[in-house]
């Protein structure tokens, strides 16, 4: 029998606004949850959640000027991660324009993207 190959998940959340963020469990908070559970739930397939937090509060999906997002791509160039998940699509953008080459940059082989 063949080993499950591990893969490295990433969590990427994102908030356009700071309205809410104060608050003890927040929208991060709930998307990072659900992501959690997801990943979780994929334990069979090798999925492993790795410990850095990619969360960008207050920040506009219409701009790719993001501090986590520059984190989470460029550890994906360091192959440091494997699949990115988010609890939407447009928490990597609010752009059409941008969105297929973000997620380019989001899939180098083998990394993968879901949600």
Not at 38 to 45: K, P
Not at 73 to 84: E, F
Not at 93 to 114: D, G, H, Q
Request: aromatic residues 6%; proline residues 5%; glycine residues 6%.
């Amino acid at each position: 029998m063949t080993a499950t190959p591990r893969l490295n998940c990433a969590i990427y959340t994102r908030k356009s606004t700071e309205e809410g963020l104060e608050q003890e469990f927040n929208s991060l908070d709930a998307q990072r949850e659900a992501c959690t559970a997801f990943i979780a739930s994929q334990v069979g397939l090798g999925w492993k959640l790795v410990p850095d937090q990619y969360d960008d509060g207050g920040i506009s999906g219409g701009t790719m000027e993001r501090p986590a997002l520059k984190r989470l791509l460029q550890d994906i160039r360091d192959k440091k991660i494997d699949v990115v998940v988010v609890y939407k699509i447009d928490r990597l953008t609010r752009s059409l324009m941008v969105s297929p080459r973000s997620s380019r940059s989001l899939m180098p082989a083998p990394s993968r993207l879901s949600r």
